[in-house]
C-alpha cells in the first residue's frame, strides 16, 4: 500500500540552527501538507501546496518556515532558525483529491535544545 | 471559522465493552468529516471519513461513526473494544471553503482495562 515516508524519524538540533525535514508524498498524490503537533496538545496545520506554490499557510507558519518541493518527489519544510517552541512531532501529509482526505506519514520529531 | 470540539479528554473502557467517542464541529454548510487514529509514537491513520450521503459510516477496524447534522456531531463507535484499540482518537473536518485543509479536535485517549 502507497504511504507518506519521512525522514528524519528524530532530529536533535541546538537552536538558532537550520533544520529540514523531508517527505516523500504518494506518487500520485497533488496536494501536500505539513502538520505539527506539540507534546500533549492537538496537530496544528502549518501549510499547504499545490501545484508547485504554497495554497495556504498559518499563523504559526512565519518567516523562519519554508517549503519546497525540489525534484517532483520530495516536499521539504525548512525552519531557518530553530526556536525552542519548535520543539514538536511534525507530520507531513499528501491527498490525491484535496477534499481533507489526508494520508500522514509517521512524523518527524523535531526537539530543540 | 471552521473548529473541532472533542469534549473527552481521557475515556477507559473495558476490553470488551463499547466505546463512543463525542465530536461537534462548527461550520456553517456541510463539511468532510473524519476520524483518526494515533497509536503511541505513531503517526495518524484515517478511520473513516464523511464526504455526503447516508449519515452511517463504517471505517476500519470495526469502527463507525454517525453524521448528525441537527447536532453539528460525528460520533465515532465501536461495539466491542479490543486491547490494541488503545490510542488516541481525533476527529477533523475540512471544507472547500477553508482550502480543503484538515482543522483537527483536542484528541480523546482511550485506555483499554484488561
Known amino acids: 500500500e502507497p504511504e507518506v515516508t519521512q525522514t528524519p524519524s528524530h532530529q536533535v538540533t541546538q537552536m538558532g540552527q537550520e533544520v529540514i525535514l523531508r517527505c516523500v508524498p504518494i506518487?500520485?498524490?497533488?496536494?501536500f501538507y505539513w502538520y505539527r503537533q506539540i507534546l500533549g496538545q492537538k496537530v496544528e496545520f502549518l501549510v499547504s501546496f499545490y501545484n508547485n506554490e504554497i495554497s495556504e499557510k498559518s499563523e504559526i507558519f512565519d518567516d523562519q518556515f519554508s517549503v519546497e518541493r525540489p525534484d517532483g518527489s520530495n516536499f521539504t519544510l525548512k525552519i531557518r532558525s530553530t526556536k525552542l517552541e519548535d520543539s514538536a512531532m511534525y507530520f507531513c501529509?499528501?491527498?490525491?483529491?484535496?477534499?481533507?482526505?489526508?494520508?500522514f506519514g509517521e512524523g518527524s520529531r523535531l526537539t530543540v535544545l | 471559522a471552521q473548529s473541532v470540539t472533542q469534549p473527552d479528554i481521557h475515556i477507559t473502557v473495558s476490553e470488551g465493552a463499547s466505546l463512543e467517542l463525542r465530536c461537534n464541529y462548527s461550520?456553517?454548510?456541510?463539511?468532510?468529516l473524519f476520524w483518526y487514529v494515533q497509536s503511541p509514537g505513531q503517526g495518524l491513520q484515517l478511520l473513516l471519513k464523511?464526504?455526503?450521503?447516508?449519515?452511517l459510516v463504517q471505517g476500519i477496524k470495526g469502527f463507525e461513526a454517525e453524521f448528525k447534522r441537527s447536532q453539528s456531531s460525528f460520533n465515532l463507535r465501536k461495539p466491542s473494544v479490543h486491547w490494541s484499540d488503545a490510542a488516541e482518537y481525533f476527529c477533523a473536518v475540512a471544507s472547500k471553503a477553508a482550502g480543503n485543509k484538515l482543522t483537527f479536535g483536542g484528541g480523546t485517549r482511550v485506555l483499554v482495562k484488561p
Open positions: 506518487s500520485n498524490h497533488l496536494y
Open positions: 461550520y456553517g454548510a456541510t463539511p468532510y
Open positions: 501529509a499528501s491527498s490525491a483529491l484535496g477534499t481533507g482526505e489526508l494520508f
Open positions: 464523511y464526504f455526503s450521503g447516508d449519515t
